[in-house]
């Protein structure tokens, strides 16, 4: 939770996160009775706030936990089977920034702070790559995010317009980089450098690319190699109660699943990936138990 003051009154953000295994661990002891301990919430959750009203902020978590524990394996009845998970609000996805609180809670029509992608979105535009904010900047950024629909379209570099920006570069052609393995059989390809998944057979590209959201530091999505073990579309945590749609596990507790809110939140998951509701569910539609899931790269964390 991040609290700011103004005019006399206290305003609340809540950023929330969730829990997983972290790196380098291997699967948890189904008999272990002590939950592990979140990481600190870190640098991202205290600068960055949603660009959106204060008077529009949701009163709940924006997170959904993702499960720390392996799941437990068991075959849904045709009843669970024929239950949708439940569709999420029509506002939940919309491409909101996450600002500077300064601009947050101003009238900002161009944003004069340095975006925290700010290098990253210059290159992309072609502009002069100085790190720092100008005019012309702001210009140029703002034009892309009322292109795609970005709110506020402030022309603040953040966490919205980079990941937007690098789906549009994926769209052609995802794996042009040939990172993830050209197979006869499906691969689900989870390109964390990117946060992109989409999956291909051979060369062709059946899904996607897709936005996602992945682990965060000290909580990554793990890398390599991986295979769909376990299919569960009304997924629910053991540990929070808290739904998890379209599940598709593939290493431990570790999902693909949708999230009823923005995957562009600052701070990334607990090591499940996260994406939207409608991506969830093409996704279920696309992989089986069986399918072959590669992961590289690491969420970039400023």
Not at 135 to 143: E, N, V
Request: hydrophobic letters at 35%; charged letters at 25%; one cysteine or more.
């Amino acid at each position: 939770m991040i609290s700011s003051r103004i005019a006399g009154r206290s305003v609340a953000v809540l950023l929330a996160g969730a829990v997983l295994l972290p790196v380098g661990s291997a699967s948890a002891d189904p008999g272990e009775s002590v939950d592990p301990v979140p990481p600190a919430a870190g640098p991202q959750s205290a600068e960055l706030v949603p660009g959106v009203p204060v008077t529009l902020l949701p009163l709940s978590r924006m997170d959904t936990p993702d499960q720390a524990l392996e799941p437990k394996v068991y075959t849904p009845s045709d009843t669970e089977e024929a239950v949708e998970p439940r569709d999420a609000p029509e506002e939940a996805y919309d491409a909101v920034e996450y600002v500077d609180p300064m601009d947050s809670f101003g009238d900002s029509t161009c944003s004069e702070e340095t975006g925290v992608r700010q290098r990253e979105v210059e290159r992309w535009l072609k502009r002069p790559v100085d790190g720092e904010q100008s005019a012309a900047d702001c210009r140029a950024i703002r034009a892309f995010q009322k292109k795609h629909r970005i709110k506020p379209a402030i022309g603040y570099a953040g966490p919205t317009t980079w990941a937007t920006m690098q789906l549009v570069s994926a769209r052609d052609n995802p794996n042009a980089e040939r990172k993830c393995p050209v197979r006869t059989y499906r691969v689900a390809c989870v390109d964390l450098d990117r946060q992109l998944v989409w999956v291909q057979t051979g060369k062709d590209v059946v899904f996607g690319p897709v936005p996602i959201r992945s682990g965060r530091e000290g909580y990554g999505t793990r890398n390599g190699w991986h295979k769909v073990y376990w299919r569960h579309k009304n997924h629910v945590s053991s540990l929070y109660k808290s739904p998890m749609p379209y599940s598709q596990f593939f290493s431990g507790g570790q999902a693909f699943h949708g999230v009823y809110g923005s995957i562009f939140t600052p701070v990334g998951s607990m090591g499940c990936v996260n994406m939207g509701l409608k991506e969830a569910r093409k996704l279920w539609g696309v992989l089986k138990k069986g399918d072959r899931v590669y992961v590289w790269g690491h969420r970039p964390e400023k």
